[in-house]
């Protein structure tokens, strides 16, 4: 790696959740990316759409703003608001996916580049106050990491907890 690149745990997180994504959802039927399991759920097409629509208006709007101007203002992102609108509805998820997928490639391909002294550059957000450059790339992952495990939880309960068993007993999904 050149010595120019930012490198970062955030960062090398970044950059491997789109593969842990696939991974995950190897097993997954169009059927199955598509069924909640529960009204006040999302699917895995819902969760996925909404990390393509984050990925721009979130996070990637708020580093730009960040890195353009020093003490941005940052807009506030109410998701419930979104999905009361169906924002994150009736989408291909595999559209969705290779949406995200691109933005998230272009954002780690961004980042890389940047002087650590980037990472002190702040954002004024309404409701959090200041917000560093280093806190946006650590929520960012902390947000990845949290769909993640929504997503393992609906594999888990859709394909493979089914097809187990009697040893279905010793489980309690919460997809």
Not at 6 to 22: F, W, Y
Not at 125 to 141: D, F, R
Request: glycine residues 4%; charged residues 25%.
């Amino acid at each position: 790696m050149p010595p120019h690149e930012l490198e970062h745990p955030a960062l090398d997180q970044l950059a491997a959740t789109p593969e842990i994504l696939r991974i995950l959802m190897a097993s997954v039927s169009d059927e199955m990316a598509l069924r909640k399991p529960a009204p006040d759920r999302w699917s895995l097409a819902e969760v996925l759409e909404h990390l393509s629509h984050t990925e721009g208006h979130v996070f990637r709007a708020r580093l730009d703003l960040m890195l353009a101007k020093d003490g941005a203002e940052l807009e506030p992102y109410d998701e419930k608001a979104f999905d009361a609108e169906g924002v994150y509805s009736g989408n291909d998820p595999e559209e969705s996916f290779a949406h995200w997928e691109e933005q998230r490639e272009a954002a780690v391909e961004l980042i890389r580049t940047l002087d650590a002294t980037k990472l002190t550059r702040t954002g004024r957000h309404p409701e959090l106050g200041v917000v560093t450059v280093e806190q946006l790339l650590n929520n960012w992952v902390c947000h990845d990491l949290g769909h993640v495990r929504q997503i393992a939880e609906l594999v888990r309960a859709q394909s493979f907890a089914p097809e187990a068993g009697p040893f279905q007993k010793y489980y309690h999904l919460k997809p």
